[in-house]
């Protein structure tokens, strides 16, 4: 099992331009979260899907936004970068909330550098 | 508000010497505490939860209520627990995560 992949693993993106970041995994999980990690501070969650078919803010969505495409894959969206995105991206999965199997297992990671 | 501090950046030690990592958390409810680790060059991972009370590695925490802490400690570092690790909470909503900064630990020969 490939676990959480995460396409690509780095990027660089002009002020303005837009970009998707790709999540899959194989794990059969319903739930699915997107975080950010910048210099100094912990992951902070941007969106998650409990299970296909839905989408919920987390922490910082503002200027993200997501579509949980099936049940394997999560992409979050940057319709117009700005500096302020530069940072990490992190994929995660898991099961259910309280399920017994819910810890988050996490993608590779996404460097994202706005110019 | 929902809150998870760890008040050291880096933490040196040497081989063979007990390691304490402080993660103080905020939260009115009943949280479930984690510790995540990142060794070089591999994805983030989980280390341990609380509610297991198991020891992973050599290491464990215990969740404190009174001092709103969930210390991970282990008594004999190793070189290979040089690694970043962050603790974090869940708590009031679904599965969702609140990390904190990390901790850097160095554990040198």
């Known amino acids: 099992n490939a676990g959480v992949t995460q396409t690509p693993k780095f990027q660089v993106l002009k002020t303005g331009q837009s970009m998707t970041l790709q999540c899959a995994q194989d794990?059969?999980?319903?739930?699915m979260y997107w975080y950010r990690q910048d210099p100094g501070m912990g992951l902070r969650l941007i969106y998650y899907?409990?299970?296909?078919?839905?989408?919920d803010k987390g922490e910082v969505p503002n200027g993200y936004n997501v579509s949980r495409l099936n049940k394997r894959e999560f992409s979050l969206r940057l319709e117009s970068a700005a500096p302020s995105q530069t940072s990490v991206y992190f994929c995660?999965?898991?099961?259910?909330?309280?399920?017994?199997?819910?810890?988050?297992?996490f993608g590779p990671g996404t460097r994202l550098t706005v110019l | 508000a929902q809150r998870v501090t760890q008040p050291e950046k880096l933490l040196s030690v040497f081989k063979g010497a007990p390691v304490e990592l402080k993660c103080n958390y905020s939260?009115?409810?009943?949280?479930?505490l984690f510790w995540y680790v990142q060794y070089s060059r591999q994805r983030l991972q989980l280390l341990l939860r609380?509610?297991s009370r198991e020891s992973i590695k050599g290491f464990t925490a215990d969740l404190n209520k009174g001092e709103t802490s969930f210390h991970l400690k282990k008594p004999f570092a190793q070189e290979e627990d040089s690694a970043m690790y962050y603790c974090?909470?869940?708590?009031?909503?679904?599965?969702?995560?609140?990390f904190g900064a990390g901790t850097r630990l160095a554990v040198h020969p």
């Open positions: 995660a999965s898991s099961g259910p909330s309280g399920s017994g199997v819910d810890t988050q297992y």
């Open positions: 794990m059969n999980h319903n739930s």
């Open positions: 899907s409990a299970s296909e078919g839905t989408t």
């Open positions: 939260y009115s409810g009943s949280p479930e």
């Open positions: 609380h509610i």
């Open positions: 974090a909470l869940r708590g009031g909503g679904y599965n969702k995560l609140i």
